[in-house]
């Protein structure tokens, strides 16, 4: 349950303060991008719900992965908290997890603000 915890809130702090932030400055991007193409601006369009409907995602995920982290740290015995980090917890930081790493997929990597996984896997 405690590393779970521990997980959960680096997932939480770094969504918060890095990915939305970083996701934000993507869309602005393509907005401008979409200004200046004007009528052109068709994959720029996709792309820019494509980003807008993963965010919505990460919203919605970040807030049931706060959530369930809150229920289960108030259990109070020790077996029924690991089991809820477990059954609760777990499932929904993996779920957050799915939505960033698609969105990691599509980013460009000078936006993104850690390492992408192609960086740590090839560039060491």
């Known amino acids: 349950a405690k590393h779970i915890n521990i997980e959960a809130q680096v997932a939480m702090q770094m969504v918060n303060r890095r990915y939305i932030p ?18 052109h ?39 029924k908290q690991a089991m809820a980090f477990r059954d609760l917890v777990l499932p929904a930081l993996t779920a957050l ?6 969105l990691e997929a599509i980013m460009p990597s000078d936006l993104w603000p850690v390492p992408c996984y192609s960086d740590l896997l090839f560039k060491l």
């Not at 601006?41 to 995602?57: D, E, P």
């Open 22 to 39: 970083a996701v934000m400055r993507f869309m602005t991007e393509l907005g401008s991008s979409i200004n200046a193409a004007g009528k």
């Open 41 to 79: 601006a068709t994959v720029q369009k996709g792309l820019l719900a494509q980003v807008g409907t993963l965010l919505a995602g990460v919203g919605k995920k970040l807030a049931k992965l706060e959530a369930e982290t809150i229920k289960a740290q108030g259990i109070a015995k020790v077996e």
């Open 97 to 102: 997890r799915q939505d960033v790493d698609s």
